[in-house]
């Protein structure tokens, strides 16, 4: 069981694009450590959390585990970097663990800081999109979904952007996730289906063309980058705090402190394991 961790900040994350991306399943298997093979189609959004921790020591240890030739957090296809050192197969952060005493006398290790990451998982039909749309303000992260095996939904992902872009806050940190990986891979025997439609590279390309932070391919099925992909966006959050971006105080920012979180509190469990739609909206789904 986890005890519950104190969090410094709560920031909002929001899970879009086309239905059937696997949003909700990537949503459960951070929050939950599961992977549900069917779920009934998002209606309006769904809410999950959970506490992650951020900038060093964390941060610093993370660096360490990559590769020489790969920087912090980049997305790779061999076994042995896609999950780091420590991380659970299921695709969850390890839980943090303390600093080991620093050497100098004069200058201890910086305390550890935590982050509660509200997820904010949205429809993805067009017949929800209207009422999709009002969940993006106040989003300071968001994680554009598509679906590696069916190429349509990776030519919706610029209209998802632009939605995205009118509506949030100006400095909102977006990450392109391109879902499913496990069909992209043969078995053992080289015989099995690669259902791949969307390449890497065109993936990548697109992401820099649009300003986008970065590009991850994953897998809720399996957990394959599922962490990294949310943990990126948290660290990119966190340099923004610490650059002054956000007004802790304005519950309009996308980011906020202890003494304006939901709930009221600084203290939560680092998992919420029950995922809950909104008053409009169902409950489950797997988009």
């Given at each position: 069981?986890?005890?519950?961790?104190?969090?410094?900040?709560?920031?909002?994350?929001?899970?879009?694009?086309?239905?059937?991306?696997?949003?909700?399943?990537?949503?459960?298997?951070?929050?939950?450590?599961?992977?549900?093979?069917?779920?009934?189609?998002?209606?309006?959004?769904?809410?999950?959390?959970?506490?992650?921790?951020?900038?060093p020591p964390h941060s610093d240890s993370q660096e360490q585990q990559q590769p020489a030739s790969l920087p912090s957090f980049t997305d790779s296809t061999d076994p042995?970097?896609?999950?780091?050192?420590?991380?659970?197969?299921?695709?969850?952060?390890?839980?943090?663990?303390?600093?080991k005493p620093s050497t100098s006398t004069s200058e201890p290790p910086p305390p550890q800081k935590h982050m509660k990451l509200s997820l904010w998982d949205t429809a993805?039909?067009?017949?929800?999109?209207?009422?999709?749309?009002?969940?993006?303000?106040?989003?300071?992260?968001?994680?554009?979904?598509?679906?590696?095996?069916?190429?349509?939904?990776?030519?919706?992902?610029?209209?998802?952007?632009?939605?995205?872009?009118?509506?949030?806050?100006?400095?909102?940190?977006?990450?392109?996730?391109?879902?499913?990986?496990?069909?992209?891979?043969?078995?053992?025997?080289?015989?099995?289906?690669?259902?791949?439609?969307?390449?890497?590279?065109?993936?990548?390309?697109?992401?820099?063309?649009?300003?986008?932070?970065?590009?991850?391919?994953?897998?809720?099925?399996?957990?394959?980058?599922?962490?990294?992909?949310?943990?990126?966006?948290?660290?990119?959050?966190?340099?923004?705090?610490?650059?002054?971006?956000?007004?802790?105080?304005?519950?309009?920012?996308?980011?906020?402190?202890?003494?304006?979180?939901?709930?009221?509190?600084?203290?939560?469990?680092g998992t919420n394991v029950k995922l809950t739609g909104d008053k409009a909206g169902g409950y489950g789904g797997c988009c």
């Open positions: 069981m986890s005890s519950s961790l104190p969090w410094d900040y709560i920031a909002k994350l929001v899970c879009i694009g086309d239905s059937g991306c696997g949003k909700s399943s990537l949503t459960i298997r951070l929050c939950e450590g599961r992977f549900v093979t069917h779920h009934d189609v998002t209606i309006g959004v769904e809410f999950g959390s959970r506490i992650v921790p951020v900038g042995a970097t896609s999950i780091p050192n420590g991380t659970s197969s299921s695709g969850l952060p390890p839980p943090p663990i303390a600093a993805g039909q067009e017949t929800y999109k209207s009422v999709t749309r009002s969940y993006f303000r106040g989003a300071s992260g968001a994680l554009l979904v598509f679906d590696l095996s069916r190429k349509q939904t990776f030519e919706h992902v610029t209209d998802w952007l632009n939605d995205l872009r009118a509506i949030a806050e100006p400095d909102i940190v977006v990450i392109l996730v391109g879902n499913k990986a496990d069909l992209t891979e043969q078995n053992e025997e080289g015989d099995g289906q690669n259902k791949r439609e969307v390449t890497r590279k065109e993936a990548e390309e697109w992401a820099r063309k649009n300003g986008v932070l970065e590009y991850v391919e994953t897998s809720a099925k399996s957990g394959e980058n599922v962490e990294k992909a949310f943990m990126r966006v948290a660290e990119r959050i966190y340099q923004n705090i610490q650059a002054g971006k956000y007004d802790l105080n304005d519950r309009r920012s996308g980011v906020k402190g202890p003494s304006a979180g939901l709930g009221g509190g600084g203290t939560g469990g």
